[in-house]
């Protein structure tokens, strides 16, 4: 029998990977962040000093890179040829450029297949990402798609960051959206079957019991 997924999906700071790490530990379930795949990548082809807009070039460059994720959501890592990038990812570099790498359909092929052998290889396993329950494991029994206010996101992504400024940080999640929303390769949108929690009203462990629940619910 093929191992639990439980796909969570949705916009950028609406809380998916404190969600789903928390519920992954709830449900003593591995955990994979893809979009610290994507920055991996990023990060990586920046240190090849690979002209990010090239998207040939970009693809060539991909496929030479490797990508080590650890599943354990108590203390998940994150390796790039061979160096722990957990840090430098979130870098405001590898924020602003991400999603230009994530566009490139060659990217996208390399760690979707990634993605499948991790899932293959877990004992139940929540993923979390922009794709996963439409193209990444569109047969699994849970899918969520998590949303939450543009101001909401952007007021809880400041406070991660240290209390940056709101309303420029507002504007690049837009932005990032925008660009993540309208690719022509599995773009952000909600999949077909998923449930939509909104969380701009709940605290985190609302968000994680309701999503137990669903999970409780489908099993
Ligand atoms: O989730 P996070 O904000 O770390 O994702 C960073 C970027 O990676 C997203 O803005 C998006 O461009 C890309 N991404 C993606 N598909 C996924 C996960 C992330 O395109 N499954």
């Given at each position: 029998t093929s191992p639990l997924v439980v796909a969570i999906d949705g916009p950028s700071g609406s809380g998916k990977s404190s969600t789903s790490r928390g519920v992954a530990a709830r449900l003593d379930l591995a955990y994979l962040d893809t979009g610290a795949m994507y920055r991996a990548m990023t990060w990586a082809l920046l240190q090849h000093g690979v002209d990010l807009t090239d998207s040939d070039a970009v693809a060539?460059?991909?496929?030479?890179?490797?990508?080590?994720?650890?599943?354990?959501?108590?203390?998940?890592?994150?390796?790039?040829?061979?160096?722990?990038?957990a840090e430098p990812i979130r870098s405001d570099e590898v924020t602003g450029s991400v999603s230009l790498v994530a566009a490139v359909p060659r990217v996208r092929e390399i760690l979707v297949d990634m993605q499948r052998a991790t899932i293959a290889?877990?004992?139940?396993?929540?993923?979390?990402?922009?794709?996963?329950?439409?193209?990444?494991?569109?047969?699994a029994p849970v899918k969520i798609y998590l949303v939450a206010d543009p101001a909401a996101r952007a007021a809880r992504r400041a406070?991660?960051?240290?209390?940056?400024?709101?309303?420029?940080?507002?504007?690049?999640?837009?932005?990032?959206?925008?660009?993540?929303?309208?690719?022509?390769?599995?773009?952000?949108?909600?999949?077909?079957?998923?449930?939509?929690?909104?969380s701009t009203h709940m605290t985190l462990d609302e968000v994680i019991d309701a999503i137990v629940g669903i999970v409780d619910a489908a099993g």
């Open positions: 060539v460059a991909a496929e030479k890179i490797s990508l080590e994720s650890g599943t354990d959501p108590a203390a998940p890592t994150i390796h790039a040829d061979g160096v722990d990038v290889g877990s004992h139940g396993i929540v993923v979390e990402g922009r794709d996963i329950g439409s193209t990444v494991a569109p047969d406070a991660e960051n240290g209390g940056g400024d709101a309303a420029a940080t507002e504007q690049a999640l837009a932005r990032r959206d925008e660009i993540d929303s309208t690719r022509a390769t599995s773009p952000l949108a909600k999949p077909e079957g998923a449930v939509v929690v909104d």
